[in-house]
């Protein structure tokens, strides 16, 4: 049998939602390199292995099944793989602190720091290793002062290579990105490795769409570009509480001020508030950052897009209370939706782990239904299913999730929803029905003349009494 001799050796540490889609997409584009994913969580590698991938991304599996067995390997046996590899991804998670200073709102970097000192330990060679996790600025000179005191003699250049993508886009966003950034500290080492890692991007990204920079640009450029995003976000659920007072439509404003080239349509969707694992995170890391650094009024401004996201998500519990009658108590309420997103199965911040949790403390009967989701749904709810299995069903079947229930919340944009037989489920609900849209994605009218009672986020009520 003649072993393949690979131009490089590219190791991923974490077999996340950055790491498996990107190694995946870079073996698929580079059959002359060696890419491995490995990960101390036996069973999340058990699952890439196999056509049940541990994460759900549109064309991800199409992906990986052309390169698996390969050039894109999955392994458990991290020192080994440490210890052959020219290039280190970094993709380890980096949560918001729980404990001591900067409780929520800091990054916890023991993860990364672990990682380090892994790699010293089973390093024999020098390497480049590249931060691929979301992390603050300035931690790639933490990361370098652990991995180069160590007494091997041996060189690590420290790379900042953040990912900008978008879950339920990001097979498509890692083919053709709007811009790939890669940080490097100025010396000829580092821009000699910095160009080792645009050699591997350069093989189907043009050259014009690789940016470079120093390393604490690359690492802020993250966090900045998250918290402008979910600024915009925050800006458009503030206005959808007040159209909802003046009979103004939300979604009308938005195409309005979408058309001004200089604010664009992109994340003007209004809705029941923004998730995912790195809009909150990031901004809370920035706030942290700012108020560091003695800039309370900048930390301020930050902390507040948050605050209006945290608005919205009680906003639309409240309203739902107050429309049915002030009382949910013992009523069945259908939750269409419970990934953060359309097309992913991640729920990490979603809006409707508040949303259930809330409804659930009112003593709510809730149905949650959601195509990919639904395992994450039971882990984000563990607390609620051991202290009454009877308050939270599951199912994938929506006209199952809406049968004798007092109403639907829309917590998810998913196609599927927009076409269900609203005639047929609305015959099977309690009434009077309720609709409470969190994503605007319904015809509204259509389902008022059906019979519903429809609340739209930013929408005039349609009520029948």
Not at 125 to 143: C, G, N, Q, W, Y
Not at 294 to 314: R, T
Not at 365 to 373: C, W
């Amino acid at each position: 049998m003649v072993v393949k001799e690979f131009e490089k050796r590219i190791l991923c540490i974490g077999a996340g939602y950055v790491g498996g889609p990107t190694m995946a997409m870079i073996a698929a584009k580079c059959p002359q390199y060696e890419v491995t994913i490995v990960d101390i969580n036996t069973a999340r590698i058990d699952a890439w292995q196999t056509d049940d991938l541990p994460i759900y991304e549109p064309g991800l599996l199409e992906v990986v099944k052309q390169v698996r067995d390969k050039n894109l390997f999955f392994s458990t046996e991290i020192d080994k793989n440490i210890k052959k590899a020219d290039i280190i991804f970094v993709s380890v998670n980096t949560p918001t602190k729980t404990y001591g200073e900067g409780a929520g709102k800091a990054s916890d970097l023991q993860f990364l720091e672990k990682t380090a000192r892994n790699i010293i330990s089973a390093a024999e060679s020098d390497k480049i290793i590249v931060e691929k996790s979301t992390l603050p600025v300035r931690t790639a000179h933490a990361m370098e002062r652990i991995l180069n005191t160590n007494d091997k003699n041996l060189h690590f250049d420290i790379l900042s290579n953040p990912e900008f993508l978008a879950e339920g886009s990001a097979i498509a966003d890692l083919e053709n990105p709007d811009r790939v950034l890669i940080g490097s500290r100025e010396t000829e080492s580092g821009i000699k490795a910095r160009n080792e890692v645009v050699g591997i991007y350069a093989n189907w990204i043009p050259r014009e769409k690789i940016i470079t920079s120093n390393l604490w640009s690359a690492e802020l450029s993250k966090l900045v570009a998250n918290a402008f995003l979910a600024q915009r976000i925050s800006s458009i659920n503030s206005i959808s509480a007040l159209c909802e007072k003046t009979e103004a439509n939300i979604t009308e404003i938005s195409n309005a001020i979408g058309t001004d080239s200089r604010i664009g349509s992109k994340f003007l969707n209004a809705s029941v508030g923004f998730g995912g694992s790195c809009f909150k995170k990031d901004i809370l890391n920035l706030v942290y950052i700012c108020e560091s650094y003695g800039l309370n009024e900048v930390a301020k401004y930050w902390e507040s897009v948050v605050e209006i996201n945290d608005y919205q998500e009680k906003r639309f519990v409240k309203n739902m209370i107050t429309l049915m009658f002030n009382t949910i108590s013992e009523k069945k309420i259908a939750l269409f939706g419970f990934a953060f997103k359309a097309n992913t199965g991640d729920t990490r911040e979603s809006p409707a782990i508040y949303v259930a949790r809330h409804l659930v403390n009112e003593h709510a009967k809730l149905t949650i239904t959601d195509p990919k989701a639904i395992g994450n749904a039971k882990e984000d709810l563990k607390p609620y299913l051991k202290e009454d299995i009877s308050s939270i069903q599951f199912t994938e079947n929506p006209y199952e999730a809406a049968k004798d229930a007092h109403a639907i919340a829309i917590l998810t944009e998913w196609d599927e929803y927009r076409d269900l037989d609203y005639k047929k489920i609305f015959g099977s609900m309690e009434k009077p029905a309720f609709i409470f849209d969190g994503r605007d994605i319904l015809d509204h009218e259509k389902l008022f003349k059906i019979g519903f009672n429809v609340s739209a986020i930013g929408k005039p009520l349609m009520k029948h009494f």
